[in-house]
């Protein structure tokens, strides 16, 4: 009776076992069902970017703005220069942060914005990092202070003197305005809201 009773046991332990074992199982067609909504989720994504992308492109053609949509994000260049060890905002280029932040707030409220900040050649490695974060916080701050996007939804970066992320390689002083600068990226477009 023992020996029933101990077989018995073992193999409803067994059988506990291998149930447990299937608890974490997927069927196949769960699997391409959630396959499925994720390829299409990343569809409507890239098309939100693209959307977002073409406004870009046809508000800032007044602009000296370039606008390149990479790998699901949009980056806008020349967004904002500064003078040699400088890092405050020209006037002359509040009209295109006004459009920026005025297009991103108004299209697409839960964009994430990252703030790019650059220097030129001239400086320590360490100063330009500083330097080049100082300029994306005045932009940043401009961003949000005058043109109402969220501080939560808008970060900053300093690249400093990088060299593979200079316009100009190696150039300081006069005629290195290029590299002197900040980008803003559109991380993540969210939902538009029209």
């Known amino acids: 009776m023992r020996i029933t009773q101990r077989l018995s046991c073992a193999s409803l332990g067994l059988a506990v076992l291998v149930l447990g074992g299937c608890a974490d199982y997927v069927k196949k067609t769960d699997f391409d069902a959630a396959i499925t909504d994720l ?37 806008v260049d020349t967004a904002a220069h500064f003078a040699f060890n400088d890092a405050t905002l020209r006037d002359e280029d509040k009209p295109l942060l006004d459009d ?28 330009n990092i500083r330097l080049g974060n100082k300029r994306a916080e005045a932009v940043r701050d401009y961003l949000v202070q005058h043109g109402g996007m969220p501080e939560d939804k808008v970060r900053v970066v300093s690249y400093g003197k990088a060299g593979n992320r200079q316009v100009l390689k190696g150039k300081s002083g006069d005629g290195a305005e290029p590299n002197r600068r900040v980008t803003l990226v559109i991380d993540y477009a969210g939902t538009s809201s029209s």
């Open 100 to 127: 920026f932040a005025k297009t991103v707030s108004a299209r697409y409220p839960q964009a994430v914005v990252t703030v790019e900040g650059f220097a030129d050649a001239a400086g320590s490695h360490g100063y």
């Open 39 to 75: 390829r299409a989720n990343d569809q409507k994504q890239q098309q939100e970017i693209d959307s977002l992308a073409n406004e870009m492109h046809q508000r800032f053609a007044v602009y000296d703005a370039k606008i390149a949509e990479m790998g699901g994000r949009i980056r």
